[in-house]
């Protein structure tokens, strides 16, 4: 078992942290907790996490990653609503990787009761 930190930025290991919810043990509770599980799934290209938590209705097939992307790491700026008593929410965040970053305020739904990425737009 890694000691290391989760990918996310939070002080757990993987297995604690994201891990839980990749492997479906335990659903993302927040909007931001999804958001953070999601970074972590680029990080490690996982597909099936990344369309399972996708809305219906905007989900891709499949998800395309760049290869050459090396994620770095996730600072959330600002989450608006997406806690445990909302039905929607959203989280702005910065995720770095080798050579740049990208800034997005993203838009999360529960969906019979998960939450679940809906869209994003880039913020200058």
Do not use: N
């Not at 078992?1 to 290991?13: E, I």
């Not at 999804?34 to 099936?48: G, H, I, N, P, Q």
């Not at 998800?63 to 929410?89: K, Q």
């Amino acid at each position: 078992m890694s000691k290391r930190s989760c990918p996310c930025g939070l002080p757990q290991a993987y297995e604690q942290c994201c891990g839980r919810h990749h492997s479906g043990a335990v659903a993302a509770p927040t909007a931001e907790a999804l958001m953070r599980s999601r970074y972590t799934a680029f990080v490690r290209c996982d597909e099936k996490y990344l369309l399972r938590t996708w809305h219906p209705r905007t989900r891709p097939s499949p998800v395309d990653f760049d290869p050459g992307m090396r994620w770095t790491g996730l600072e959330i700026l600002e989450t608006a609503a997406g806690s445990v008593f909302h039905s929607a929410g959203t989280v702005t965040f910065r995720a770095s990787y080798r050579g740049g970053s990208l800034h997005e305020r993203s838009r999360f739904e529960r969906v019979e009761g998960a939450w679940v990425y809906v869209d994003g737009d880039f913020v200058e």
